[in-house]
């Protein structure tokens, strides 16, 4: 027996369900109705709330219970704690009952909340109107006298941020018998999951000209991890301030072939349109346990000034994707998701910034500035093909290299001859570049040749510097490029 004259209770919120019907369907013929199907059939319809309570208007006008329904108008309350999820709304009820026979004073009731030892005040809400209190604090209320038999009823609410092992603190500080303080303290626990898996790929593309910037696509893969159906209200993706968003969905297919950043004259539209419920998968909101979904984003970098001293009139212009600022944008961009759960439950959920895996840093980027192959029928070439060059007749790619060091150096470039593939390359590997001023470019030229049809990458090369004696081996790859069957 407790020795404190005060009992606290504590029980969740939670939204009822529906109860599932508990009739049984009575096959019942007309012409030839059995003495049981008859009762049976009498009984279902002269009480039709009894056996689920579901019911139809028949031809005659007449309700008639629906047998085959299998849910009832009936609610229930939950028989256990459930399961609490990130992003959810936690609420609980309190009771607060004196069970003794002399009068309690000074009630003082805090609630604690938090994980790992670190815990925070919850603000309180008394439901009691008829008792004398004052509020002590935003997370305290001081109840001036509790009758023998009276009750204290509470409310508290709490969004979860944090995943793992919550506790839930009350403390009840109260003066006893004889005017002696004394303390009722108890612990609640519960654990927190993920409602939502979520995944990402990043895949960059090389900018395949001059004036493109360089392009990422972000694929996100998001999981049901929950045990209901979750009906998605908005998802939404917000890019990084140094990036500009573009969404494939799988209602907009018919826009794969747009480019990737919107005209001026339609960018305050798109965003605008973006900036409502976001994109839905497949034209519904409903995701069961376990199901996955996945969503297609275009990033592309917003160019960003790289330098105040002026181009030399011989240097081309340089890429937007060159800036410094730009290739140390790690962060995408964050994801927001609001779903709702059985009921009208309302979770949210905003992930932390999404970040690609950042680049290993150079002094002499490499960037493709166009093709030029030439025709049956202009034997002098043509320029800028597209990406796109013939089978087995061989192009000349012009390349763009970069000084981003702070002296002057003598670049030689080398091509990888074991990562070439199936573009092979003709003439000699290297090729002198010569003297290159600090934040200044130089133009080179290789010709390959391309021995199979489809889309194959051009690797990266290898820049060396005559002055420093230094060498630098560029990852992944330059630019890609189409091999058709004829041009």
């Known amino acids: 027996m ?7 209770k504590v029980m969740r919120l939670a ?14 013929v007309p012409k030839y109705p059995s003495t049981f199907s008859h009762s049976a059939r009498q009984f279902v319809e002269a009480a039709p709330a009894q056996f689920g309570g579901v019911t139809s208007t028949g031809a005659a006008g007449k309700e008639v219970p629906l047998e085959s329904f299998p849910l009832t108008e ?22 607060i009952t004196n069970a003794s026979q002399t009068t309690v004073k000074n009630v003082a009731i805090q609630v604690e909340i938090g994980i790992g030892g670190r815990m925070a005040p919850l603000p309180l809400s008394l439901r009691s109107e008829r008792h004398e209190y004052r509020q002590d604090g935003p997370a305290s209320i001081v109840v001036q006298r509790l009758e023998p038999g009276e009750s204290i009823n509470l409310q508290i609410t709490h969004e979860i941020r944090q995943l793992g092992l919550h506790e839930l603190s009350w403390q009840v500080d109260y003066l006893g018998i004889d005017g002696v303080p004394d303390t009722l303290r108890k612990l609640f626990n519960f654990r927190v999951n993920n409602p939502l898996v979520v995944k990402t790929k990043v895949n960059r593309c090389r900018p395949q000209g001059v004036n493109e910037s360089r392009a990422i696509f972000l ?14 209200e908005r998802l939404r993706f917000d890019p990084d301030s140094a990036y500009e968003c573009m969404e494939y969905d799988s209602s907009r297919l018919d826009g794969m072939d747009a480019p990737l950043s919107p005209p001026p004259e339609s960018a305050g539209a798109e965003k605008q349109g973006n900036a409502g419920q976001g994109v839905i998968w ?13 969503y297609l984003y275009g990033l592309t970098q917003r160019c960003q000034q790289v330098s105040d001293t002026a181009p030399s009139p011989t240097s081309p212009p340089l890429p937007p994707s060159w800036g410094r600022e730009a290739q140390q944008a790690g962060s995408l961009g964050r994801l927001d998701i609001l779903w709702r759960s059985e009921f009208g439950g309302v979770g949210r959920l905003q ?23 030439p025709l049956a029928d202009e034997p002098a070439g043509s320029d800028d093909r597209g990406g796109q060059v013939a089978l087995e007749r061989p192009f000349d790619a012009r390349f763009l290299v970069r000084n981003d060091s702070d002296q002057a150096v003598n670049l030689t470039v080398a091509a990888d001859m074991a990562r070439l593939g199936s573009v092979l390359l003709c003439g000699n590997a290297t090729r002198e570049v010569g003297e290159v001023e600090p934040d200044r470019t130089r ?6 040749i391309p021995m199979s049809l489809g889309v194959h990458r051009i690797p990266t090369f290898r820049v060396s510097d005559a002055y420093s004696g230094t060498t ?14 004829d041009c």
Not at 282 to 294: I, W
């Open 282 to 294: 497949a034209g519904t909101s409903f995701m069961h346990p376990g199901e996955t979904r996945q």
């Open 74 to 95: 009936t609610l229930s309350l939950p028989r256990k704690f459930g399961a609490m999820y990130l992003g959810e709304t936690f609420c609980a009820h309190a009771c």
């Open 472 to 485: 630098q081996q560029l990852g992944g790859y330059v630019a890609d490029i189409v091999v058709i069957g």
């Open 443 to 448: 133009e080179f030229t290789f010709t390959f």
């Open 351 to 373: 992930t932390s910034q999404l970040s690609q895996k950042p680049q290993p840093p150079t002094q002499f980027p490499v960037c493709m500035l166009g093709l030029r192959q």
């Open 219 to 232: 694929e996100i893969q998001v999981t049901n991890a929950t045990e209901g159906t979750m009906a998605l």
């Open 2 to 8: 407790s020795r404190h004259p005060l009992t606290l």
């Open 15 to 28: 939204r009822p369900a529906l109860t599932h019907s508990q009739q049984f369907p009575v096959d019942y």
